[in-house]
């Protein structure tokens, strides 16, 4: 069974930095063709897409406000995405989740960033 699980939120001032994690475990030698995403909900807010890479040809989406400002990547073995955050506003205050479709969509927890004003 595939499972994700996001780690690295917390609390910045606006400006800041963070790096969010989402370790993909439960893949089969057959998983080869899928993405891996990130998106975030703030509160009263619908789920929206933030960023997403391919497992298969490593290429990369940003969303609009995140694009200059936010990078995803992938380490050698693939098992870890890395989101990493600069120039953080306080509209970026969100839950985060990250999800992969292999087939169908598969979500870990969500973690949560604050960037304060």
């Known amino acids: 069974e595939v499972q994700l699980q996001a780690s690295g939120g917390g609390l910045v001032q606006t400006g800041g930095s963070l790096r969010l994690s989402c370790v993909v475990s439960g893949l089969t030698s057959y998983d080869y063709d899928y993405a891996i995403g990130w998106f975030r909900q703030a509160p009263g807010k619908a789920r929206e897409g933030v960023s997403c890479?391919?497992?298969?040809?490593?290429?990369?989406n940003y969303a609009p406000y995140v694009k200059g400002r936010f990078t995803i990547s992938s380490d050698s073995a693939k098992s870890t995405v890395n989101l990493h955050m600069n120039s953080l506003k306080p509209e970026d205050t969100a839950v985060y989740y990250c999800?992969?479709?292999?087939?169908?969509?598969?979500w870990g927890q969500g973690t949560q960033v604050t960037v304060s004003s």
């Open positions: 999800a992969a479709m292999i087939g169908t969509w598969y």
């Open positions: 890479i391919s497992r298969r040809d490593g290429s990369t």
